[in-house]
């Protein structure tokens, strides 16, 4: 389930959502989509038609099930999977980015950290705890290493 309030978890969703596209052989349908026959279409196209169309349904329904309410009010309105994949897909390449830049900041503010001259041992510790806290939530390694 692709959960909005976590915002690590696209990544993850990602990678499972494939895997799962890859077993109901549907992946060409979500990364490539399908277009309608032509008018005079042949027998064979027609019914290569009807099979990408149950196919993108399948997908869409997969997508419906896989998503918390507020992604589904993403692409609710998404008439075939391609489309809805697309439009999640965006939507959390700005949260990334966003995520890499908070991270930062946090990396910098975490290598500058210093004990003031009026703070206590517990005020540091307790930034520094905080500082961590918040690399963590954005998806930071945390390592513990010696500030003494």
Not at 102 to 130: A, H, K, V, W
Request: charged letters at 30%; a positive charge; hydrophobic letters at 35%.
């Amino acid at each position: 389930m692709l959960d909005s309030k976590n915002l690590n978890s696209y990544d993850r969703w990602c990678v499972k959502m494939k895997a799962i596209f890859g077993f109901q052989e549907v992946m060409e349908i979500v990364s490539t989509g399908y277009n309608d026959p032509p008018e005079n279409a042949t027998d064979t196209q027609q019914a290569a038609f009807r099979e990408a169309k149950r196919k993108d349904s399948n997908t869409l329904f997969y997508l419906h099930q896989c998503v918390d309410e507020a992604n589904f009010e993403k692409f609710a309105l998404a008439k075939k999977a391609k489309e809805a994949w697309d439009i999640l897909a965006q939507s959390y390449v700005g949260v990334k980015r966003l995520k890499t830049l908070r991270l930062q900041t946090l990396r910098r503010q975490y290598e500058l950290l210093q004990m003031g001259n009026q703070e206590t041992i517990q005020e540091y510790f307790s930034q520094l705890l905080s500082l961590t806290n918040l690399m963590k939530s954005c998806g930071e390694k945390y390592e513990r290493k010696n500030h003494c």
